[in-house]
Nanobody
Framework: VQLVESGGGLVQAGGSLRLSCAAS????????MAWYRQAPGKQRELVAA????????NYADSVKGRFTISRDNAKNTMYLQMNSLKPEDTAVYYC??????????????WGQGTQVTVSS
């Protein structure tokens, strides 16, 4: 099973980016998913999370009103729409998924990360 993030890049402050996280591989089901980020010299922190059905979300205070998490279960893909970006949003963004994989059981999986850089 793989989680692959995409959509990161360099953007000016006030701009927008949309991150994607696609799951692929063996037979699996996905429960809750989340986006985390890690800035240089800082601990990894939760940015946003979404339940399996997509009906409930939560956000870090620092991104509320600017970021929107969503998912398309038919495509096994999660998104993070990031608007009004600030330099302090600069970090490597990781997706995380609570998955049940056939033959392996339930575990949390991580993507490889995608760099988001916001210039002032």
């Amino acid at each position: 099973v793989q989680l692959v993030e995409s959509g990161g890049g360099l953007v000016q402050a006030g701009g927008s980016l949309r991150l994607s996280c696609a799951a692929s591989g063996s037979t699996f089901s996905i429960n809750a998913m989340a986006w985390y980020r890690q800035a240089p010299g800082k601990q990894r922190e939760l940015v946003a999370a979404i339940t399996g059905g997509g009906g409930s979300t939560n956000y870090a205070d620092s991104v509320k009103g600017r970021f929107t998490i969503s998912r398309d279960n038919a495509k096994n893909t999660m998104y993070l729409q990031m608007n009004s970006l600030k330099p302090e949003d600069t970090a490597v963004y990781y997706c995380n998924a609570d998955m049940v994989v056939y033959g392996l059981g339930r575990s949390f999986y991580w993507g490889q990360g995608t760099q988001v850089t916001v210039s002032s």
